[in-house]
């Protein structure tokens, strides 16, 4: 065994008393990592072992506005042993006097194929769906029942179809390869639809067939043969080895999000760390010292002194790790059940494995610079005091320091798998320690300086606390440091929400219209702007014909070769056609075709979006448009504003290009909202196959998203916090020896402890405020990078949540504080004093 | 040695100035210190507090870096080492006793001792600890932790830690400042015990006048400068 080894071992026989902040940050940080990444593992094997349950087969073929045609139907028949077919779309349910967006699934007698679904009375999906004294069943979302106040036995209407509710849909077994929806589901039979004018010509509807594949069949071989022969008609493939790419996607992201924000834990976990290992150190000055009289090399000591580190490295690694392991695990039936897609949640070792390296690697980059400098410790600091270890450490050791802090930053950005995200927080980190660093200088200078002034005269207690502040050995740093960046994170969230919110709630709604109305079949137009220019309340219409397409091929190659993963050419887009511009286009490139053009078919595309593609003038485009290609030639550019919820189309034709083709119209309604009950109710009653979308409900779902998104965050923040809260209690508690002392000199000066507490309490509010007011500069920076360069948005400063983190942050260090403030207090000062001697 | 080629000094200091950063500025702590001592001299350093004993003595040892000046020990130039230089030539050639000990407190006795014959790689380290230990009355408390250890007993295992590499040089600084006088006398009688089994050259730094009165010679210093009488002494 090394010498090194042997002196470490020998000087941890002093127990672990210097090192509970040590351990706490590093095992809070490793578990907070371990747990995520424990989860993200039991969503993702869930979503792989339960693909073909979410999916509702063990393939999907998937069409937009048509069913299969023969050749398509033949070839499912071919492969799968057994197909069942699903329309999806949105429309109006309606009642009495009531009326609410739903997202339909008309199924056939085989749905669902794999899985079960649940409900409430628990009767067989058939019989709920069946015919019963003439009304066909259905079966609904319970949040659609309760916004419709509707109870089993009740009916309402689909288009112009009776339904009677049979049933609540508790648990829709394919609902996660859906994606997001605006409207509650609602779930009935295909051959009720026959008379409710939902599926009208040039209605907005997808197909789904699911397919059940014999066993052993190759997916892959099976995709391949599909997408060669069916995709340029607009056949989407989706198969059980990725049934929700959707939802495995999201997991991924907020999954490395939330790893992210478990290093942030650590970097902040890190400063306790640093802080722990210093401070121990410190009391270490006369053992290193008297090694080194003994003739130890700086090198040994070291050597030993990172053994230490590493033992207890290992110790708050694996606490962390059974935490993070055992936490989730305990948890498992709760959150599994929470889920609206399948978990299971295990033991994941690569997680544990990668929050371990984490860990490791954290530790060591926190605690090389303060075991550096060991090496600079002169034996002459036996006999002087005073430790010689501010100096800076050789430059090997920054340069070690360089190397592991990219080893960190690198693997969290390989293994992340959102490399622009995760160097982003780890600029970001950096950056808040950056400035809270120099926060922390400022505020050391600044109180020194002040200690020294005038103004202190008479003032003991602040001059004490100025001056403690300000001392070489102060645990400002420390405090402003660990509180800092959990707050920075906390006023970034509440600037980002409020300013999301403020534009959603007022800025949207006074340019946004009330209604988007679509599936308005072409001979309802006239009467439906007839009965809106009837209206007073409404200010302003839109219309235009809309149909779905997907963009197949750019030039004459795949879309997707040319256009990488554009969201233009991932799936079907909205087209229309105009003969003119319309008087609020603004033509930035090219010429729009004449009012009466009959020529070859041309295309108005969306500048923006062309310009991210790198389309030019005079490039063409097919467009599969009810499993029909069109080619058409790009012939000018048009800007577009998606911002305002208006009507945008990324590709206008000319109306001679789509004659013929099955279409229905979308209309804007721009109307106040105390005029938008009225309004739908006339048009729904009208035409029960019209369906509204209120975008204040939209914006509503939207902002609900928003929200979750905000308070996930929020809570991740906390997750910091309360690191942070750990290291400044630990700083607190480092620093009560010395406040002992400080108090018995006071009192011996004949200071009361009324003083001596109220020096103590603005010392801790002086540095927590310093964290706070730097956490809300850096909150606001963020907060308006954010809003300006990635919401394109205004950004106004949000005076309520800063407050908030300025007195938490006050309140926080007050409470640590003052809890170490009371054994000071408390303590007589002869025997603390000759205890020093 | 013989009579007519007089050896070469142990120690010599030629010139050896320390200046010190404080916080109000450098001080001066030595201002040119010129002095030898030979092998297996006794020598007492004398003087006020603040006078500069301490520094010297470690300067002699090459805890402390002079900041100006020469100094020789063993005829190698410590103030042309590194720390490690220093480190490694301490481990054989000297033996340090402070008024503090600076025992390790996380180590036993017995390893207190072995400690710096382990750092030597010597493989019967802790067999010569024990024998140490036992030639300072220690016998029966190897194994006792330096909190678990009365002052006197305490500085005995000091004083068994660094004889027991059989240095050529032991220094002493005011190695019985903190103990009683029962304890203070049977220190000075190890020590001087010590020196003569081994024959190692001694450097020790006291106010105790009885202590100074037992060396070879005492060397006063006054102010960071060796006080007339001794410039004289150490010129012999």
Not at chain 1, 221 to 238: C, H
Not at chain 1, 548 to 563: H, Y
Not at chain 2, 208 to 233: M, N, Q, S, T, Y
């Amino acid at each position: 065994m090394s010498l090194a080894f042997t002196i470490a071992r020998r000087e941890l026989r002093g127990g672990l008393r210097g090192f509970r902040v040590f351990l706490a940050c590093l095992a809070l940080g490793v578990a907070a990592i371990a747990a995520v990444g424990t989860l993200r593992t039991g969503i993702q094997q869930g979503l792989a072992d339960q693909g073909s349950v979410i999916l509702g087969g063990d393939a999907e073929m998937r069409f937009t506005y048509r069913t299969a045609d023969a050749d398509e139907r033949a070839y499912m028949d071919r492969i799968a042993t057994q197909v069942s077919e699903v329309y999806d779309f949105r429309s109006m349910a309606l009642v009495q006097d009531d009326q609410a967006l739903t997202q339909i699934k008309a199924v056939d007698d085989a749905w669902p194929l794999t899985g079960a679904a649940q409900l409430d009375p628990p009767i067989p999906v058939i019989e709920a769906l069946a015919v019963t004294d003439g009304l066909p069943g259905a079966i609904m979302d319970p949040v659609l029942i309760e916004r419709l106040s509707l109870k089993p036995g009740d009916t309402f209407r689909l288009g112009t179809q009776e339904f009677r509710l049979t049933a609540a849909l508790t648990r829709e077994p394919d609902s996660a390869s859906t994606g997001f929806t605006l409207g509650p589901r609602t779930v009935v039979h295909s051959d009720a639809l026959g008379d409710s004018g939902l599926l009208a010509s040039g209605s907005m509807y997808e197909t789904r067939y699911r397919l059940v594949l014999p066993a052993g069949s190759d997916l892959q071989a099976l995709e391949e043969q599909a997408e060669l022969t069916f995709r340029d008609k607009g056949m989407r493939w989706t198969d059980s080895r990725n049934a929700a790419p959707g939802i495995e996607a999201f997991v991924d992201r907020i999954g490395s999000f939330l790893v992210l924000v478990g290093l942030a834990g650590l970097a902040v976990g890190g400063v306790g760390i640093s802080a722990a290992i210093r401070s121990y150190l410190d009391g270490k000055v006369e053992t290193i010292a008297t090694l080194k009289t003994l003739g130890a090399e700086g090198g040994l000591i070291f050597r030993s002194y990172l053994w230490q580190t590493a033992i207890l490295s290992v110790l708050g690694i694996a606490i962390g790790l059974v935490l993070g392991a055992v936490v989730p695990l305990l948890a498992a039936p709760l959150i599994e059940a929470s889920l609206p897609f399948p978990a299971e949640i295990r033991l994941s070792p690569g997680a544990l494995l990668e929050s371990a390296f984490y860990g490791a690697l954290s530790a060591l980059i926190f605690t090389l610079l303060p075991l550096a400098r060991t090496e600079r410790i002169r034996p002459a600091a036996l006999y002087r005091g005073g430790s010689g270890t501010r100096t800076w450490p050789r430059k090997r050791y920054l340069a070690a320091l360089a190397v592991l802090s990219v080893a960190l930053i690198g693997s969290a950005t390989w293994l992340s798998g959102i490399p622009e995200l995760a160097l982003g927080a780890a600029g970001g980190v950096l950056g808040a320690l950056l400035i809270l660093s120099l926060a922390a200088l400022g505020l050391r200078k600044a109180a020194r300086r002040l200690a020294r002034t005038r103004l202190t005269h008479g003032r003991p207690a602040t001059r004490a606390a100025l001056a403690a502040i300000g001392a070489p050995r102060s645990d400002a740093t420390s405090v402003v440091l660990s509180l800092g960046l959990g707050l920075s994170v906390l006023a970034a969230v509440g600037q980002i929400d409020w300013n999301l919110r403020q534009a959603i709630a007022t800025d949207l709604p006074t340019r946004a219209p009330a209604f988007f109305f679509v599936d308005i079949q072409p001979d309802q137009l006239d009467p439906f702007l007839a009965m809106m220019d009837a209206n007073p309340a409404v200010t302003e219409i839109e219309t235009a014909p809309m149909l779905r397409g997907v963009i197949t091929q750019i030039n004459g190659k795949p879309a997707r070769e040319v256009a990488g993963d554009h969201w233009v050419v991932r799936g079907d887009r909205g087209i229309t056609y105009a003969a003119t511009p319309g008087p609020k286009t603004r033509i930035t490139a090219g010429e729009f075709w004449p009012e009466d053009y009959t020529g070859d078919p041309q295309i108005s595309f969306a500048t923006e979006e062309a310009e991210e593609i790198g389309l030019q003038l005079g490039d063409t485009m097919t467009v599969n448009i009810l499993g029909r290609d069109l080619t058409a030639t790009i012939t000018s550019f048009r800007e577009v504003d998606f911002s305002n919820a208006g009507m945008g189309f990324v590709m206008t034709l000319d109306p001679a290009a789509l004659t013929g083709a099955p279409h229905t119209m979308i209309a804007t309604v721009y109307a106040p909202p105390e005029a938008e009950a009225q309004i739908l109710k006339s048009v729904t009653k009208t035409w029960p196959n019209i369906t509204a979308i209120g975008i204040r409900e939209a914006v509503d779902r939207v902002a609900e998203a928003l929200g979750a998104i905000a308070t996930a965050t929020a809570w991740a923040a906390a997750g910091t916090l309360i690191t942070g809260f750990v290291v400044l209690i630990g700083a607190a508690a480092a620093g009560e020896r010395a406040r002992i002392y400080e108090s018995a000199i006071l009192k011996t000066l004949g200071a009361t402890r009324g003083k001596i507490l109220s020096s103590f309490a603005l010392r801790s509010a002086l540095m927590g405020a310093a964290a706070g007011v730097v956490a809300v500069i850096a909150g606001g920076i963020s907060g308006w990078a954010v809003m300006t360069f990635v919401m394109d948005s205004t950004y106004r400063f949000e005076p309520v949540s800063a407050i908030g983190i300025v007195v938490g942050g006050i309140l926080a260090t007050l409470l640590a504080g003052l809890f170490f403030a009371l054994r000071p207090l408390n303590a007589r000062p002869a025997g603390t004093l000759r205890a020093q001697d | 040695m013989t009579d007519s080629v007089p050896a070469l000094p142990v120690l010599a200091l030629t010139d050896a100035r320390l200046t010190l950063a404080g916080n109000a500025g450098p001080v001066e702590i030595l201002k040119g210190i010129s002095l030898s001592v030979h092998k297996g001299e006794t020598v007492g350093l004398v003087g006020p507090s603040g006078s500069g004993k301490s520094s010297l003595l470690m300067l002699m040892g090459g805890l402390e870096r002079a900041t100006g000046g020469k100094v020789l020990a063993l005829g190698q130039d410590l103030t042309a080492m590194d720390e490690d230089a220093l480190a490694r030539f301490r481990r054989g050639n000297m033996g340090v006793v402070f008024q503090s000990f600076h025992l390790i407190p996380t180590m036993t006795a017995l390893e207190n001792v072995a400690l710096p014959l382990e750092l030597a790689g010597v493989t019967d380290a802790f067999a010569r600890a024990e024998a140490e230990l036992t030639a300072v009355g220690l016998g029966s408390r190897m194994h006792h932790y330096p909190s678990q250890m009365s002052g006197g007993e305490q500085q005995r295992v000091a004083l068994a830690r660094a004889a027991v590499p059989r240095p050529a040089i032991l220094l002493a600084d005011e190695p019985t400042g903190n103990l009683d006088g029962v304890n203070g006398q049977a220190i000075m009688d190890l020590l001087f015990g010590l020196r003569d089994r081994h024959g190692a050259t001694l450097v020790l730094v006291t106010h105790a006048p009885e202590l100074a009165a037992r060396c070879d010679r005492v060397i006063r210093l006054a102010d960071g400068l060796l006080a007339p009488e001794a410039l004289a002494k150490a010129a012999e």
